[in-house]
């Protein structure tokens, strides 16, 4: 098993940056692929970006792809996602997750889910 924690998150105006961190503990990092996802109020949780297990393979979501970067630390147990250039409609829960095969796009593969940490993005 491994527990994720998210930090990170805030009020920000549009235009500015935030950096989302998520610590992992429990079972060895390496093993897993990592992913953000968000969730805005009445909307689906969707993908923004995942990261393999030795960060070997990126993947974006559309929205985010030239703002947003996402990066790991094996040695710390940390993933992060650098948040740049926000717009309003980036306003959500941001959740980390992680799964024990390659990075996927998909929620349902992941096996271990943050609680989130809240982004507001002001016009």
């Known amino acids: 098993q491994v527990q994720l924690v998210e930090s990170g998150g805030g009020l920000v105006q549009a235009g500015g940056s935030l950096r989302l961190s998520c610590a992992a503990s429990g079972q060895t990092f390496s093993g897993f692929a990592m992913g953000w996802f968000r969730q805005a109020p009445g909307k689906e949780r969707e993908f923004v970006a995942a990261i393999s297990r030795l960060g070997g393979t990126i993947l974006y979501a559309d929205a985010v792809k030239g703002r947003f970067t996402i990066s790991r630390g094996n040695a710390e147990n940390t993933v992060n996602l650098q948040t740049n250039s926000l717009k309003p409609e980036d306003t959500a829960t941001y959740y980390c997750?992680?799964?024990?095969?390659?990075?996927?796009?998909?929620?349902?593969?992941?096996?271990?889910w943050g609680r989130g940490t809240q982004v507001t993005v002001s016009s």
């Open positions: 997750a992680a799964r024990y095969f390659g990075a996927s796009e998909r929620p349902p593969d992941y096996d271990y």
